[in-house]
């Protein structure tokens, strides 16, 4: 069972990929679509090396703090690739940020929309904090932020575990970092980024908690303050 004491907790901050849903499903559904559409097409097959790349480049840049990571990110991209980069933006916004969504609902851990709509409406700030934009997973899913930050965000232009982000959250919302908690799912990024800040860290797939029921419990440690 999940044991938080709720009574100072006011911000939740939320990573996405892998914490809202289960990614290896969506990453399973996601390899046979591209399969499907790269069979008939062969010629555009070295795509792929494009969505490699794009993400290769980000684990590699692990912490990077830049001036405008949003261009910066594809930039990398073409230098590996020697694509443009409208190209890679048409490549990456496609298979990444678009076509991905029709699946997530699929993908979604149970309850995770009913605990954090609960959480939102009876007093907890939900705050999204993606390494990518998200506001359209976040609709997929049926979850309803108060703020939803990207690592490409003017403001933050940071990566994991970089702590910019959370220490942006802390001052914005003029709060102490024990007046937060935030939930991750890779102790390498998200819990980094948690301890440098001094935030309260949980991760979702800790051997100790059921996966499939983390949301639920996660609900009823609310409920029970209450």
Known sequence: MISIDWTNIKVLILDVDGTLYN????????????FKYYLIRPFQIRDLLILH???A????????????????????CAEKTKYSIAKIKSVVKK???DFPNDYLSDCAYPGVS????????????????????????????????DIVIAATDKNINSLKPNP?????ILENQNITAHESLYIGDRDEL???????AGI????????????????????????NLR
């Open 164 to 168: 910019k982000a959370l220490l942006y």
């Open 57 to 76: 480049c980000r684990e590699e840049k692990a912490g990077y703090l830049g001036h405008n990571l949003e261009e910066e990110q594809y930039e990398w």
């Open 190 to 196: 998200d819990g980094l980024c948690a301890a440098s």
């Open 23 to 34: 990614q290896s499903i969506l990453r399973k559904k996601m390899l046979y679509q591209l």
């Open 200 to 223: 309260p860290y949980i991760n979702l797939k800790d051997e100790k908690f059921k996966i499939n029921e983390f949301y639920e419990q996660l609900l009823s440690s609310f409920k």
């Open 114 to 145: 009913e605990c954090i709509n609960y959480l939102k409406k009876h007093g907890v700030k939900i705050i999204i904090y993606s390494d990518y934009e998200a506001r359209k997973k976040l609709a997929a899913l049926n979850i309803r932020a």
């Open 95 to 97: 298979w990444m940020f």
């Open 53 to 55: 790349h794009f993400r």
